[in-house]
């Protein structure tokens, strides 16, 4: 028998690191960096037929101050990565990055020295959205799964450790062993 049922119905029971993810999640203002293509995509996105509105992304800010979510949408050059870079460390603690597109995530067909090749080597990336240019309904996907990403973030130390634990076992991870036909180990 739980404190559940000693309690009256209508009684909401939660922690408070779970009503501070759901509004931290309710609550993300982007700061658009839209580089290419896929900005008309990102673009539209904010458009009356998707509404981010919907899910408390209303205003987009134009300053990285204001800001907690950077969508990089498009080839980065290296003469704006440290424009990038400096946008994103302007932005509030905590911060996300979705790097939409695939000019964004890897180069894409821009495999020369002019091009940044990811722009994960400038920032660090939540998530990556693949496609050229990725639909808008692609995009709020991703957003929805930031989201759910935020929601079961932890707080304070607690965070601390589990960041932590993530990265050490990211670098536990053992690289694939491709075995030959005659059964060693290449």
Same mark, same amino acid.
């Given at each position: #028998?739980? *404190?559940?049922? !000693?309690? &009256?119905?209508?009684?909401?029971?939660?922690?408070?690191?779970?009503? +501070?993810?759901?509004?931290?999640?309710?609550? =993300?203002? &982007?700061?658009?960096?839209?580089?290419?293509? /896929?900005?008309?995509?990102?673009?539209?996105?904010?458009?009356? !037929?998707?509404?981010? +509105?919907?899910?408390?992304?209303?205003?987009?800010?134009?300053?990285p101050r204001q800001a907690d979510l950077m969508?990089?949408?498009?080839?980065?050059?290296? !003469? #704006?990565? &440290?424009?990038l870079r400096q946008i994103y460390d302007q932005?509030?603690?905590? !911060?996300?990055?979705?790097?939409?597109? =695939? /000019?964004?995530?890897?180069? $894409? #067909?821009?495999?020369?020295?002019?091009?940044?090749? %990811?722009?994960?080597?400038?920032?660090?990336?939540?998530?990556?959205?693949? $496609? /050229?240019?990725?639909?808008?309904?692609?995009? #709020?996907?991703?957003?929805?799964?930031?989201?759910?990403?935020?929601?079961?973030?932890?707080?304070?130390?607690?965070?601390?450790?589990?960041?932590t634990e993530l990265e050490e076992a990211r670098?536990? *991870?053992? &690289?694939?062993?491709?075995?030959?036909?005659? %059964?060693?180990?290449?």
């Amino acid at each position: #028998m739980g *404190i559940e049922e !000693k309690l &009256p119905s209508g009684v909401l029971l939660t922690s408070v690191e779970k009503i +501070a993810g759901w509004a931290r999640a309710r609550s =993300v203002w &982007p700061a658009t960096f839209g580089l290419a293509c /896929c900005a008309i995509e990102l673009f539209q996105t904010g458009g009356p !037929k998707h509404d981010l +509105a919907r899910f408390g992304m209303e205003r987009a800010s134009a300053t990285p101050r204001q800001a907690d979510l950077m969508i990089v949408a498009g080839r980065v050059s290296q !003469k #704006m990565a &440290p424009v990038l870079r400096q946008i994103y460390d302007q932005m509030s603690d905590p !911060k996300w990055v979705i790097s939409m597109g =695939v /000019c964004a995530s890897s180069g $894409g #067909m821009f495999n020369n020295y002019a091009i940044v090749q %990811g722009v994960d080597h400038i920032v660090p990336v939540d998530i990556y959205l693949p $496609g /050229c240019p990725p639909r808008p309904e692609m995009l #709020m996907d991703s957003i929805l799964k930031l989201h759910d990403k935020i929601m079961n973030m932890k707080l304070g130390i607690d965070r601390d450790r589990q960041i932590t634990e993530l990265e050490e076992a990211r670098l536990g *991870i053992q &690289p694939l062993h491709i075995a030959s036909p005659e %059964g060693s180990q290449l």
